[in-house]
């Protein structure tokens, strides 16, 4: 029997398929920043604001906690960042140890602290209703048009941020634009997916997709189809293996950048 | 088309320049010069208006169009952008789509002609050399036709036959009544592309020109060394004593 025909399964994987693939074009600008373990800081940040809207007994408000985690934990960073005695990944580090520890503090304190520690830190498939699959898409959609807008002015920001600054690009407000587009797909994933698989799908298709290609409308291309294949193939095998999907997904795709680092070594080209 | 007038420049108390006096015309060519941290960056986000002076006044003639060239390992290379790419980035980000025109796209054949990348245009930035990604950088800011020129240190970790091409393709850039303001720790770039050197030294900004900074010892008591001057073939050259 496929996953697909259990409906609880059907409804996650469309989900999934919209905030994995979203989250994994805006991932590119991460992986191209060097800047990976924001992004994990980033998405400790949003399980803290689920857990503390769920404590608080506002579920429904759980992802605009989450959200608001994400964008003021960003805020925070770019602050902290500009001090010159201390590294930018030290500060990366702090929000990462803050955000998990004191998701774990507030969860020691909830009656049903386990199961909801797990739904944080892995997700959980099984609540996704047809509210996440539209949220899922509209997400989907509104990062494709914010790409299709303004995608070179992201590029310029992240390859040459001083050279876009110097002409008359407003740096802040443009970061601030993509921040909110990055805290908005992260929440999303995080609440159907967890930390671990929403880390995965930031990180790990641009990586194996800059291995992989050598145009960037290629590495938005690969991106898409290498997630939604990992999401297909993982959910798949997953359910007729009996493995929890969100690990299964995220090993498939760690996999995948150790792969294509091997096949494409040092001074390869892509396509 | 800028005007200094006894203004204390930088990010709060103290301030990093103190009392600039100074006039900036449209098409002059200006060599900024000093050791690290006297203050070059701070005067030059000024020039651009990224911080206002905390005392005194900087007034600038509205619309100057800036463009930067920056270092060439500055450039974020794990992005897969070609040199054609490169060259058309600003264009594209400053459009609402990324789309670029006939216009951008004749531009930035021009300026990669002009800079001499044409035959490497579709290949990657990060698989060309050190003195192709300058020269790339360059392009670029042609392609934006702009009024004024910023370059940071456009020669460091080239060889010198690099250094030497790259040279005389900045030279041209000061043509029809471009401004370039040149960030240089090698000291004979700056004298002998620039007609005016702007020394940078305990908080103050010493204007000359290339002629008395060889004639004078401000050179000495900016980096507290004596210099050795000389100059051949009409090329000027300066060197801290004992360098050897």
């Known amino acids: ?271 | 088309m800028i005007r200094f007038d006894n203004a204390d420049l930088g990010y709060g108390s103290p301030p990093v320049l103190r009392g600039v006096n100074l006039q900036i015309h449209q098409g002059e060519s200006i060599g900024l010069v000093g050791p690290n941290g006297c203050g070059k960056t701070t005067f030059l986000r000024a020039v651009l208006g990224l911080i206002a002076p905390s005392a005194g006044r900087v007034e600038r003639r509205p619309g100057p169009r800036f463009a930067y060239v920056p270092q060439a390992d500055e450039m974020n290379l794990l992005w897969p952008l070609t040199v054609e790419e490169v060259v058309l980035l600003p264009a594209q980000a400053l459009r609402w789509g990324g789309r670029a025109l006939q216009e951008d796209r004749r531009r930035a054949k021009e300026a990669m002609a002009r800079s001499g990348v044409s035959p490497i245009a579709h290949r990657l930035l990060r698989e060309v050399s050190g003195g192709q990604r300058q020269r790339t950088a360059i392009a670029q800011a042609l392609a934006q036709a702009p009024d004024v020129y910023l370059l940071d240190e456009p020669t460091k970790g080239l060889d010198v036959v690099a250094e030497r091409d790259l040279l005389a393709l900045v030279a041209g850039l000061s043509e029809g009544g471009k401004t370039v303001f040149l960030v240089s720790h090698s000291l004979h770039i700056p004298l002998n592309l620039s007609k005016r050197i702007l020394l940078f030294h305990q908080g103050s900004v010493i204007s000359s020109t290339p002629e008395e900074i060889l004639r004078s010892k401000r050179l000495e008591e900016v980096y507290g060394v004596p210099f050795v001057h000389m100059e051949q073939k009409g090329y000027r050259w300066v060197v801290p004593e004992g360098a050897r």
């Open chain 1, 1 to 271: 029997m496929s996953f697909l025909a259990l409906p609880f399964m059907r409804t996650a994987f469309v989900a999934g398929l919209f905030a994995g693939t979203a989250l994994s074009i805006i991932g590119i600008f991460s992986a191209t920043r060097s800047v990976a373990f924001s992004g994990l800081a980033a998405s400790q940040l949003a399980a803290l604001g689920g857990v503390v809207g769920i404590v608080l007994g506002l579920h429904l408000s759980a992802s605009v906690f989450s959200w608001s985690f994400v964008v003021a934990g960003l805020m925070a960073l770019a602050f902290l960042s500009r001090s010159r005695k201390t590294s930018a990944d030290s500060w990366v580090a702090t929000l990462y140890v803050l955000g998990a520890a004191l998701a774990v503090l507030v969860l020691s304190k909830s009656p049903r602290g386990e199961s909801e520690a797990l739904g944080v830190f892995f997700g959980n498939i099984l609540s996704v209703g047809t509210l996440e699959v539209w949220e899922a898409g509209a997400l989907f959609v509104l990062t494709l048009v914010g790409l299709a807008l303004w995608f070179r002015r992201w590029v310029w920001l992240a390859f040459d941020p001083m050279g876009a600054e110097v002409a008359g690009v407003r740096v802040g407000l443009w970061t601030g634009i993509f921040h909110v587009f990055f805290a908005a797909a992260l929440t999303l994933s995080i609440h159907i997916f967890g930390v671990l698989l929403s880390f995965a799908y930031l990180i790990l298709p641009a990586t194996a997709g800059l291995l992989m290609v050598k145009r960037v409308r290629r590495l938005v291309l690969f991106c898409i189809v290498w997630t939604a294949t990992a999401t297909a193939v993982g959910f798949d095998l997953s359910f007729r293996w009996d493995f929890p999907t969100g690990p299964f997904i995220s090993a498939l795709l760690a996999l995948g950048a150790l792969a294509a680092r091997v096949v494409k070594k040092p001074g390869d080209g892509g396509n």
